[in-house]
């Protein structure tokens, strides 16, 4: 009974910069991985950035350089901090914890939109 949030989202002018936050707490949980997932109008919800229970990350090609990822273990939260940000990131971001069971819980997302 895993409860997943997300919050940070906003609007913000292009250029501008925004942290995106996740926590998993309610139960006893031990992730494997966490990361982000965005979705925007019209389109298929696609990976934004995950890292895993040892550190590695990945990043989708539209945001490296300009995204990153962190992930406090000890309190099952990840953040995600979005510099350089363009129209094109407007979405709604969501979180995914993968569990040790290979269970992929996500959060009720989190709306980002940035204006030009």
Same mark, same amino acid.
């Given at each position: 009974?895993?409860?997943? /949030? /997300?919050? %940070? %989202? %906003?609007? $913000? ?6 942290? !995106? ?10 992730? $494997? &991985?966490? =990361? #982000?997932?965005?979705? &925007?109008? %019209? ?11 040892? =550190? *590695? $990350? +990945?990043? &989708? ?10 992930? &406090?273990?000890?309190?099952?939260? $990840?953040?995600?901090?979005? +510099? ?7 979405? @709604?971001?969501?979180? +995914?914890?993968?569990?040790? #069971?290979? /269970?992929? !819980? #996500?959060?009720? *997302?989190?709306?980002?939109? @940035?204006?030009?």
């Amino acid at each position: 009974q895993v409860q997943v /949030e /997300e919050s %940070g %989202g %906003g609007l $913000v002018q292009a250029g501008g910069s925004l942290t !995106l936050s996740c926590t998993a707490s309610g139960s006893i949980v031990t992730p $494997v &991985a966490m =990361g #982000w997932y965005r979705q &925007a109008p %019209g389109k298929q919800r696609e990976l934004v950035s995950t890292v895993n229970r040892g =550190g *590695g $990350v +990945n990043y &989708a090609d539209s945001v490296k350089g300009r995204f990153t990822i962190t992930r &406090a273990n000890a309190m099952n939260t $990840v953040y995600l901090q979005m +510099n350089s940000l363009r129209p094109d990131d407007t979405a @709604v971001y969501y979180c +995914n914890v993968r569990t040790q #069971w290979n /269970e992929d !819980l #996500w959060g009720q *997302g989190t709306q980002v939109t @940035v204006s030009s």
